[in-house]
Every structure is written in structure tokens, then in C-alpha cells.
């Protein structure tokens, strides 16, 4: 059985051990509840049973819990710079046990640590031999991080995203632009200016499982919002961030068609 409320009580009691005025901690706590009620929209616009909703809505609120730990030690949200923090969400929920103060129940815990571990995956990593039921819960962890994800980023402050006063004298490498072009899919690594992260960001199209995130991200014109955030001083970084925009505007379109 899975208590959703109870869990939410967890959530909040787990997140008073740190520092909740610092700007990165309160952002990544308004994205995990975010996320957390995304996900389950999510699974009822797919007419999932209640277990099904539940264990996405939860899911959810869990998929980020080392985000804390990550900022904590780091300042930062890039993995590569520091630890994975999906990688550090698990050791917390499950070696050190916190997993069953969310939830008694452990007949879940296999395909929540399945979900957790490959929410933040490149896509050609994801492991092929998942049973229905753990692929479902990958899939959805994974569009309902990115929705909220390209959410903060139309809204969002700069400088808690970027960490950068200004993204418009930055400029985009080509290595970065160039794996847009060819395949949509980034490279995390090998990202060297805050533009490389915003492109990688515009990838995230490529990577939906569900039209539901698609169609809500069109509906509400997050990309339109982002890409009139940014006028780089750079023409042809001004060129590049057009022909990005044009490319996911086009691919949502064309996906959202049929």
C-alpha cells in the first residue's frame, strides 16, 4: 500500500536538516513536488490503474532526494563536476535505509530504484531487459523530470540555473552544437560554456516517451518563453540558438501531428 500522505510528510521532514532559504534547495524542492504531481497527471492521462498513479506520484517525489546532499557538498548541479545525485538518492533511500519512511511496503523498491537510478540517464543507457511495469515507471520518471526541468528553465533564475549573471555573452562550442545537429543527443561531459547546458536542455524533446509532456510543454510555449529569454551578443550564436529552436519547435510539431 502505498500512503501518498505519508510520504509527503517524510518529504518535509527530511528537507529540514538543510538550508531552505539557499536558492538551489528551495528550487530543487518546488521541482520535486512539481515533478511529483506531473507525474501524476501523467500516469492518469494514461488511464494506469490507482496503484500505477501512486507509485508515479511517489516515485516523483523520490527521484531527486540526493539533489540535497549533492548541493550540500558541491554547490552545484552538475554531475560530472561532483557526484551522480541519482547515484547518491539511492545510497540514501536504500543503504541507509530512509526508503521506508516514505513507505512501509518494500514489494516497490525494485522498480523505484530502477526508476531513480535511470531518471538522469542517457537514453542509450537505459538498461533492455526491464519488466513492463519497471519500464513504464522509467518512461514516466523520465518525462516528468524534463517537463518541470524545461519549466524552470522558462521561468527560473539565471544565475541558480547557470550559475551565470549572463547567459547572452556566452557562446555555444561546437562540439555541443554539432551533436544537436547530427543526432539531438548531448553529450553531458562533454559541455564546456552554461549555452552548451541550454542546448543540451532543447534535446530533451527527443527523449519524450509520451505526448503528454510534448503537448504541454507546446501548449503552454515554453520554448518560445526560453528561446525570447536569451539575445546573445554573439550573430553567430544569435544563428546557432535559432536553428536550435527552429529544429525542437519543428520536431514537437511534427510529433504532436499525428
Not at 216 to 235: A, C, S, T, V
Given at each position: ?127 533492455k531487459n526491464l519488466s513492463t511495469k519497471e519500464d513504464l515507471h522509467v518512461k514516466l520518471i523520465r518525462d516528468s523530470d524534463k517537463v518541470d526541468i524545461i519549466y524552470i528553465l522558462t521561468f527560473g533564475d539565471q544565475k541558480t540555473i547557470w550559475n551565470s549573471d549572463d547567459l547572452n555573452k556566452e ?88
Amino acid at each position: 500500500m502505498i500512503d501518498i500522505t505519508k510520504a509527503k510528510i517524510a518529504f518535509k521532514e527530511y528537507i529540514k536538516k538543510y538550508d531552505i532559504e539557499n536558492p538551489k534547495i528551495k528550487l530543487k524542492i518546488a521541482h520535486i513536488e512539481r515533478t511529483s504531481q506531473i507525474a501524476r497527471k501523467m500516469a492518469e492521462s494514461l488511464n494506469l490503474s490507482k496503484e500505477d498513479i501512486e507509485l508515479a506520484e511517489l516515485i516523483g517525489l523520490l527521484h531527486d532526494i540526493g539533489r540535497f546532499e549533492q548541493i550540500r557538498k558541491y554547490n552545484t548541479f552538475v554531475d560530472y563536476l561532483s557526484e551522480d545525485h541519482a547515484k547518491i538518492g539511492m545510497d540514501i533511500l536504500f543503504k541507509n535505509g530512509l526508503i521506508r519512511d516514505f513507505i512501509e511496503d518494500n514489494k516497490y523498491d525494485k522498480i523505484i530504484e530502477l526508476a531513480i537510478i535511470n531518471h538522469n540517464k542517457d537514453k542509450n543507457m537505459l538498461p533492455k531487459n526491464l519488466s513492463t511495469k519497471e519500464d513504464l515507471h522509467v518512461k514516466l520518471i523520465r518525462d516528468s523530470d524534463k517537463v518541470d526541468i524545461i519549466y524552470i528553465l522558462t521561468f527560473g533564475d539565471q544565475k541558480t540555473i547557470w550559475n551565470s549573471d549572463d547567459l547572452n555573452k556566452e557562446k555555444f562550442t561546437d562540439e555541443i552544437y554539432n551533436e544537436f545537429i547530427k543526432d539531438h543527443n548531448i553529450i553531458y561531459k562533454n559541455r564546456k560554456t552554461n549555452a552548451d547546458k541550454l542546448i543540451s536542455h532543447f534535446a530533451f524533446v527527443f527523449d519524450f516517451n509520451f505526448d503528454y509532456g510534448l503537448r504541454y510543454i507546446y501548449q503552454n510555449k515554453y520554448f518560445d518563453k526560453i528561446y525570447n529569454r536569451f539575445n546573445f551578443e554573439d550573430e553567430e550564436t544569435k544563428k546557432k540558438f535559432y536553428k536550435i529552436y527552429e529544429i525542437t519547435n519543428n520536431y514537437i510539431k511534427e510529433k504532436l501531428k499525428g
